[in-house]
């Protein structure tokens, strides 16, 4: 392994770093991927979980601000986020744990109220971790090139984390039930985020930021056309976006069992890695508007063929998710770049330096897709009869409905979103490129202006107000 004289962290911390994430994500797959398959299978109807899924994600915008809050003005003994991180890693597995110990012999109201609060006290603590964990790496060193790698990595094991749950449960819950299953692969999680604890060492004065209200996030979304455009075609995107929602019903009640599951994951798992590599290759020679748009067009033809196939037809079913994960997955990692351009785009209009604004208004998009996307998949899935309880036998027309809720609704929307972002997306790359070197100095505005694709943006040659850092 290569060393590095001027890191300030050693191997072994870095390491307890990328650890944690392993960890953290083991509990966020469980609690997001399988406590609404749990909460039918314990016979809570699918439009009560609908409804507890609107509750937990209102109470997540609430806390996450808050949360900031508290931090910021805490000053605890052991540091500013270690303190912190220690605390939420046992704080997780326990939240998690409870979440699937509730008794089975409680009413459906009784059970309902458990996993809601379960669900609320796993939110805090998984908030409790999430903040605190991103930010350590910025006192751990202030080294950039050191922090950027250990930040590069932790998407490697925050993929491990998640492969681990989607692969592992589905084959062991059968056997020998939930809580037994959740109960291991918590302390799992546990023992990957516990060493951060021990080895880490905050070496510097966390950086003081403010946090963005939500009035603050909504102004400045109004005044970047293009972000505006972006982050309003995702959440229009979500609200058929029912796939996610039932892809374990489908595994289960279309193509044979929980096991399934499993190897669903299994099949994505190769699309998905090359997917970074074939985005990072087209990236250099095709613009990133076409990768992504592209990816997607097709990726709807798939989800069409895919429909008309049949679930019966296993080896084509399969040959189809390949293709198509490969296609999403791309499209997924194009789509970041996006936000980065509109955050160059608002500085050049503005002469206001706010990139935090503006990944700070995808992360709050983010959530808010999460919230509608469950929400509605699980309120249209009472809607087409389906039985709650373990073991319970679904209608033909209730398996004909969730087969169509995983391919051809989510297209509904998806076409929307794509057809708002090729008519209403105005910021290509080379332009974003040019605001960019203008932002950073190396250009006139009178240069980038004349440079730029599109004519329309109306901005004047002449900013108007001074260029200030926020």
Same mark, same amino acid.
């Given at each position: ?19 944690? !994430? ?58 500013? =986020? ?14 998690? $744990? ?16 458990? $996993? ?17 964990? !991103? ?8 080294? #950039? ?6 930040? *590069? ?17 589905? #084959? ?25 604890? !021990? ?20 102004? =400045? ?8 455009? !972006? ?12 796939? /996610? ?84 997955? /791309? ?19 503005? /002469? ?55 391919? #051809?609704?989510? *297209? ?59």
């Amino acid at each position: 392994m290569q060393k590095h004289s001027d890191f300030q962290t050693k191997f072994f911390e870095r390491a307890s770093y990328q650890f944690y !994430f392993v960890g953290q994500l083991i509990s966020y797959g469980i609690m997001t991927s399988f406590l609404t398959l749990f909460m039918t299978e314990s016979g809570i109807p699918a439009f009560v979980v609908s409804a507890v899924l609107i509750v937990a994600k209102v109470w997540d915008a609430i806390n996450d601000p808050l949360f900031g809050v508290i931090v910021d003005k805490s000053h605890l003994k052991g540091g500013k =986020y270690l303190p912190w991180v220690r605390l939420s890693t046992v704080l997780i597995a326990v939240t998690t $744990i409870l979440a699937f110990a509730m008794p089975q012999t409680l009413g459906i109201p009784a059970k309902t109220a458990w $996993i809601l609060i379960a669900y609320l006290l796993w939110d805090l603590a998984y908030t409790m971790c999430d903040v605190p964990i !991103f930010a350590l790496a910025t006192v751990m060193t202030d080294n #950039l090139q050191e922090r950027d790698s250990m930040y *590069v990595l932790k998407g490697f094991f925050t993929y491990v984390g998640g492969l681990i749950v989607l692969i592992a449960l589905p #084959l062991m819950y059968p056997a020998i039930g939930w809580s037994v299953t959740v109960i291991i692969l918590s302390a799992l999680g546990m023992a990957f985020m516990l060493p951060i604890g !021990f080895t880490a060492k905050e070496r510097h004065q966390p950086v003081q930021e403010k946090e963005p209200s939500i009035k603050e996030l909504f102004s =400045y979304l109004l005044s970047n056309r293009p972000l505006l455009i !972006f982050n309003g075609a995702s959440i229009i995107a979500c609200l058929t976006a029912t796939g /996610g929602t039932v892809a374990n019903y489908v595994a289960i009640y279309c193509l044979g069992g929980e096991q399934w599951i499993s190897y669903l994951t299994i099949l994505m798992i190769a699309p998905m890695i090359i997917s970074i590599f074939v985005v990072q290759i087209l990236i250099k020679k095709v613009d990133k508007f076409i990768i992504y748009v592209g990816a997607n067009v097709i990726s709807i033809l798939c989800s069409i063929i895919l429909y008309f196939v049949g679930y019966s037809n296993i080896i084509a079913v399969c040959v189809i998710i390949v293709i198509k994960t490969l296609l999403t997955s /791309g499209a997924g990692v194009t789509g970041i770049m996006f936000t980065a351009d509109c955050a160059e785009y608002g500085h050049f209009k503005t /002469g206001t330096r706010a990139q935090g604004m503006a990944f700070s208004v995808q992360t709050f998009t983010a959530k808010v897709t999460g919230a509608l996307s469950g929400s509605i998949g699980m309120f249209l899935l009472g809607l087409v009869g389906f039985v709650e309880g373990s073991g319970a036998m679904q209608s033909p027309d209730t398996i004909r409905w969730i087969w169509l809720m995983w391919t #051809l609704i989510p *297209v509904i929307s998806l076409a929307a979103a794509i057809l708002l972002i090729v008519f209403g997306y105005k910021l290509p790359t080379e332009d974003a490129k040019l605001m960019a070197k203008c932002n950073a100095g190396e250009i006139s505005r009178e240069e980038a202006l004349a440079g730029f694709r599109y004519k329309g943006y109306g901005f004047e040659a002449v900013l108007p107000s001074k260029t200030t850092d926020s």
